[in-house]
């Protein structure tokens, strides 16, 4: 692993000093991310928490152009960079979009599918947090089942996650994949393969949020990695549509030691008002999923 | 030299956005605007106009790839109608907050509930508060000649221009268009030279989230906060007639058109009953005058050519001798009256205009309108005016069954 470290690009594209919660996933993640992308990039970002991290104007803490975009539209805006680029023949330039689990489970799905099927040559990232946290923890369709919300305030979610990586794959894309901030070389290496293919990309990454899920700061990786430990986020990726298990994803495959969820759900006080019924319907659901991954890793 | 071709509005605008050499096209279909979008689709197939053309999945969409192509420093091109400007509403107020040169065509259409396809001026007149530059056409020849007049005047001021038409009645409608040579228009519309451009030669952070008050930058320079950047849109916008109307005089002086920059007039010279209204109703209108002054009333026409920036000054010149004002809209400002004649009475106010005002809704919906109506609904107009209830008597809805 220390080893393995020594090829992340030393360069820092986000600045010291940004405006991200204590403790955010996101910014973890992030840096990471831009470390993959390098200098020959532009972002385009809806209103989201990333929208705060990178500043007020007219100040900025990272050091790649981005275009602030309307919520909707994220995955379109990345289109118009995109066709302007061609246009005016410029090449060389790696257009990426980036929105929360709201600006692309929720309001941004149908921009996202358009442009995802025109084969618009971006990468789309997520990064999901599991609900509206820049607005203060509203529910969105990528909250867990169980999860406390300010608007699911008494009776919890009642629904599970809506699976984003099943929709974007039935777009038929060159790559796609999951990545955490707990993982962060895992997450390098797949922003570096993102970078190099051609054609729509779709990379998601499960950011731990401290305020929004209830749990302290200093506690993010840990959380991060007892999402993936669970199986409540699962490290893979699809390329060409062969799947692909990765990281510590894979060896939780094959060494079967997958840890039940209530270890992750009981140090979230998001989920201090889940049922048991919930719990095991969580469970389940869980389970279910990682079957349906390993059948799919054993058969490519 | 001139090249007359018989032509319908779209097919006018679709040429005028060619001669453009537009760089990006974004669109997606709605009544009546689709074969503006096919001409361009099959313009840009056929490799006759070098443009990328991103086929989207909404009008919402649409602007959005033109907002952003636009910031990268492209030159782009969107058209739509009805409840595709409206699902676009949010990305107006976008693109004029980021003071993007796009060129919209706006064919009009009504708008649901219930649904209509047919035309009024509904859709436009209802987003004329997104800091958008307004100018409506009276015939195809004008389609043509203010697409390309429009990119000059958003790319001088940096404010997006909408272009609006009505459809069918010149969308659908075949009449001879005189198509300016393409090496003119290079002259008249040199290539796109934006001040600010996205690029990863110069990172920044545009539009991010700002604050109300002014901010110093990393050099410690004080900045804009977000009521200086509203007023410097206002203020070019109060600015833009002059820029408008020195555009048409100098697309005048090389193609010999002027279609008169902040608004026209017809037989106004000695007009003491003045006949208002703004795009194809305002065409029909001046034959109305001709019926009136065979009547022997002394009618004229103020067409309305760009509703924003208001032409205040305009038509504070223009009506100064009028006796009695007829304004005739195709929208309605529900609960008060039409958007045109409200917008008029405030340019007058204190000024040397004092005649009464009456304003008459029409066409709503598609709905007929023939000169011969507009003549009778003066003459009726002036009754009202001339029993002194021109002030309190609701706006009149022509060919309406109002029940009164």
Not at chain 1, 37 to 47: D, K, S
Not at chain 1, 129 to 141: A, C, F, I, K, V
Not at chain 1, 168 to 176: K, N
Not at chain 2, 135 to 144: K, M, P, T
């Amino acid at each position: 692993m220390i080893e393995r470290l020594f090829k992340v690009n030393t360069e820092e594209y986000m600045l010291p000093g940004n405006r991200a919660c204590q403790g955010c996933g996101l910014s973890l993640a992030y840096r990471y991310a831009l470390k993959a992308l390098r200098e020959n990039t532009i972002l385009t970002i809806p209103a989201s928490c990333l929208t705060v991290l990178h500043g007020l104007y007219p100040t900025t803490s990272v050091a790649i152009p981005c275009l602030n975009c309307t919520f909707a539209s994220t995955a379109a805006s990345a289109s118009g960079i995109v066709a302007g680029l061609s246009a005016l023949n410029r090449s060389g330039i790696t257009v990426v979009a980036v929105a929360g689990d709201g600006g692309t489970y929720d309001i941004g799905i149908q921009a996202l599918s358009g442009a995802a099927e025109r084969g618009t040559d971006f990468i789309f990232v997520c990064y999901d947090n599991e609900g509206y946290m820049n607005t203060g923890t509203q529910r969105s369709s990528a909250t867990p089942m169980g999860a406390l919300t300010t608007t699911t305030p008494l009776l919890t979610k009642q629904q599970n996650k809506k699976d984003m990586l099943k929709i974007m794959e039935a777009h038929d894309l060159p790559y796609l994949a999951t990545t955490s901030p707990s993982y962060p070389i895992d997450l390098y290496d797949k922003f570096v393969k993102a970078k190099r293919i051609k054609g729509s990309r779709y990379l998601q990454i499960s950011a731990p949020c401290p305020p929004g899920w209830g749990y302290p700061p200093k506690d993010t990786v840990k959380i991060g990695r007892l999402a993936v430990e669970t199986g409540m986020v699962v490290l893979c990726e699809i390329e060409d549509g062969k799947f692909r298990l990765t990281g510590r994803s894979r060896s939780l495959a094959e060494r079967g030691n997958r840890l039940p969820v209530s270890n992750y759900v009981e140090r979230q006080g998001r989920f201090r008002k889940i049922s048991e019924e919930q719990l095991s319907n969580l469970q389940r659901w869980v389970d279910n999923k990682w079957n349906e991954y390993l059948r799919r890793a054993e058969g490519s | 030299m001139s090249n007359v071709q018989i032509m319908t509005g779209n097919t006018a605008a679709a040429f005028g956005a060619k001669l453009c050499r537009v760089q990006v096209v974004s669109a997606y279909p709605i009544t009546p605007q689709t074969s503006l979008t096919e001409n361009l689709s099959q313009a840009v197939e056929g490799g006759e106009l070098k443009a990328e053309f991103i086929r989207v999945e909404s009008e919402h969409s649409a602007l959005t790839v033109c907002i952003s192509a636009s910031s990268v420093g492209a030159r782009v091109f969107t058209s739509t109608s009805s409840h595709g400007l409206l699902y676009m509403h949010e990305q107006l107020h976008w693109a004029a907050g980021s003071r993007l040169p796009i060129v919209l065509c706006c064919v009009n259409r009504g708008v649901g509930a219930p649904w209509s396809i047919f035309n009024d001026q509904q859709d436009a007149v209802s987003q004329r508060d997104t800091g958008w530059i307004q100018i409506y056409c009276r015939d195809n020849q004008e389609i043509i000649d203010t697409v390309i007049q429009a990119y000059r005047i958003a790319e001088a001021l940096y404010v997006p221009v909408m272009v609006c038409y009505d459809g069918f009645v010149l969308s659908h409608t075949m009449m001879p268009v005189d198509v300016p040579d393409a090496a003119a228009v290079d002259d008249f519309l040199p290539p796109y030279k934006p001040h600010t451009i996205l690029s990863p030669e110069d990172p920044r952070n545009i539009n991010p989230v700002i604050f109300p008050w002014r901010r110093p930058d990393a050099e410690g320079v004080l900045r804009d906060g977000y009521m200086e950047l509203r007023y410097k849109l206002q203020d070019t916008l109060e600015e833009a007639g002059k820029t408008i109307v020195s555009v048409g005089e100098a697309f005048a002086g090389i193609f010999g058109r002027n279609h008169g920059g902040m608004l026209w007039t017809y037989r106004m010279e000695d007009a003491e009953i003045v006949l208002c209204s703004m795009g194809s109703l305002a065409t029909e209108a001046t034959t109305a005058a001709d019926m009136l002054r065979d009547r022997g009333i002394a009618a004229g026409v103020a067409g309305i050519r760009v509703f924003r920036p208001f032409p205040r000054k305009e038509v504070r010149e223009v009506f100064r001798r009028a006796r009695a004002i007829v304004v005739f809209e195709k929208d309605i400002s529900y609960g008060y009256e039409g958007a045109l004649c409200s917008d008029l009475k405030a340019a007058f106010y204190r000024s040397d205009v004092a005649a009464p005002i009456h304003n008459v809704i029409a066409g709503l919906g598609g709905r007929d309108v023939k000169a011969r109506e507009l003549a009778e609904a003066t003459v009726a107009a002036l009754d009202i005016i001339e029993a002194g209830q021109a002030d309190e008597k609701r706006q009149t809805w022509l060919n309406c069954h109002t029940g009164n």
